[in-house]
């Protein structure tokens, strides 16, 4: 089992940039595919990219490539997400989660964090 809780979210002015760090606890997150999500209000949750137990694999939503870059420390047990240029659709809580799968589905990953916002004005 593992526990996450993300942080660097916050306000920011469109083109500008995010690190969003994800922490994990126990001795297993190396073992863990993981991915951040958002969801934006009244809207579904969506995958936003995803990176293998070893950093070898990433893979991206198609908006955000180019902009986005998810990378893990497995020494940290933390999973981060650079996010540049910054659009006010990026608006979102985004949450990281772990998954025994390399996927983009939601629904397979079994452990989340709570989330933390980020709100980009234009």
């Known amino acids: 089992q593992v526990q996450l809780v993300e942080s660097g979210g916050g306000l920011v002015q469109a083109g500008g940039s995010l690190r969003l760090s994800c922490a994990a606890s126990?001795?297993?997150?190396?073992?863990?595919?993981m991915g951040w999500f958002r969801q934006a209000p009244g809207k579904e949750r969506e995958f936003v990219a995803a990176?293998?137990?070893?950093?070898?694999?990433?893979y991206y939503l198609e908006s955000v490539k180019g902009r986005f870059a998810i990378s893990r420390d497995n020494a940290k047990n933390t999973v981060y997400l650079q996010m540049n240029s910054l659009k006010p659709e990026d608006t979102a809580v985004y949450y990281c989660?772990?998954?025994?799968?390399?996927?983009?589905?939601?629904?397979?990953?079994?452990?989340w964090g709570p989330g933390t916002q980020v709100t980009v004005s234009s």
């Open positions: 126990g001795r297993t997150f190396s073992s863990y595919n």
């Open positions: 990176i293998a137990r070893s950093g070898g694999n990433s």
């Open positions: 989660a772990a998954s025994s799968r390399f996927v983009t589905i939601r629904t397979d990953y079994n452990y």
